[in-house]
C-alpha cells in the first residue's frame, strides 16, 4: 500500500535555527514527490516536484531533497514568516483509476519565534 | 502556474441539504481533482473529475453522494448530498498543468453541517 509519513508532527524554531523535516515514503512506481506550504484557512501552496534519487530543488530559505526512501525539506535561517504546515506528497504510477493524484502526508506544523 | 478559483469560500448548511462547489480554473489543465481535508488531517481524495464524463472514485466515495462535473478544460462542480454533521470538511480543487506535472490547490470551501 503507498503510504507517506512525515516527521515530525510540529516542530518549535527560534527565528534563524535552521533544521529538517522528514518525509518517508512507500510507493510502487514514484513519479514524482511534492511539497506543499499551507497557511491556516488555506489550499496548499505548491513549493517542490523532485522527479528523481539525488535531484535537489531550492528556493529562498527552503532546500528539498530526495533519496530512495525519503526526502528532506531543509530550512536554514528560517523567519517567523515560514510558519505554516508544510505537506509532502507523493503521485504514484497508473493507480487504479486515478492516474495522477497524490498521495499526502499528515504534514508537518512549524513555528518560528522572533 | 494555474490560478483556482472556489466558490462559496464557506457555508453552514442544514443536515440532510445539499451543497454544489464551484472550482474554475484561469487556463487549461489537463486533470482536475476533488480533495478532502478534515478537521486536523490531511488531504484525501475524492475522485478525478473527468471531461464530459463519469467521474473516476477513490475507495469510500460514491457518486450518488458526491456527483462532480467537468463540462470543459477549466471548470468542475462538487455536489455534497444529504448532508450530515460528518461532512463537516474543507473541499479543495486542484488541477494538474498542461505543461507539467505540478498540481496546484483552489483555497478551499469551508462547509459545515449543522
Known amino acids: 500500500e503507498d503510504q507517506v509519513t512525515q516527521s515530525p508532527e510540529a516542530l518549535r524554531l527560534q527565528e534563524g535555527e535552521s533544521s529538517s523535516l522528514n518525509c518517508s515514503y512507500t510507493?510502487?512506481?514514484?513519479?514524482?514527490l511534492f511539497w506543499y506550504r499551507q497557511d491556516p484557512g488555506k489550499g496548499p501552496e505548491f513549493l517542490f516536484t523532485?522527479?528523481?534519487a539525488g535531484e535537489e530543488k531550492e528556493k529562498e530559505r527552503l532546500k528539498a531533497t530526495l533519496t530512495k526512501k525519503e526526502s528532506f525539506l531543509h530550512i536554514t535561517a528560517p523567519k517567523p514568516e515560514d510558519s505554516a504546515t508544510y505537506l509532502c506528497?507523493?503521485?504514484?504510477?497508473?493507480?487504479?483509476?486515478?492516474?495522477?493524484?497524490?498521495?499526502f502526508g499528515k504534514g508537518t506544523k512549524l513555528s518560528v519565534k522572533p | 502556474s494555474a490560478v483556482i478559483s472556489q466558490k462559496p469560500s464557506r457555508d453552514i448548511c442544514q443536515r440532510g441539504t445539499s451543497l454544489t462547489i464551484q472550482c474554475q480554473v484561469d487556463s487549461q489543465v489537463t486533470m482536475m481533482f476533488w480533495y478532502r481535508q478534515q478537521p486536523g488531517q490531511s488531504l484525501t481524495l475524492i475522485a478525478t473529475a473527468n471531461q464530459g464524463s463519469e467521474a473516476t472514485y477513490e475507495s469510500g466515495f460514491v457518486i450518488d453522494k458526491f456527483p462532480i462535473s467537468r463540462p470543459n478544460l477549466t471548470f468542475s462542480t462538487l455536489t455534497v448530498s444529504n448532508m450530515s454533521p460528518e461532512d463537516s470538511s474543507i473541499y479543495l480543487c486542484?488541477?494538474?498543468?498542461?505543461?507539467?506535472?505540478?498540481?496546484?490547490f483552489g483555497p478551499g470551501t469551508r462547509l459545515t453541517v449543522l
Open positions: 523532485l522527479y528523481s
Open positions: 506528497a507523493v503521485q504514484a504510477g497508473f493507480y487504479g483509476g486515478s492516474q495522477g493524484n497524490l498521495i
Open positions: 510507493v510502487s512506481g514514484l513519479r514524482g
Open positions: 486542484s488541477g494538474t498543468g498542461v505543461d507539467n506535472n505540478e498540481q496546484f
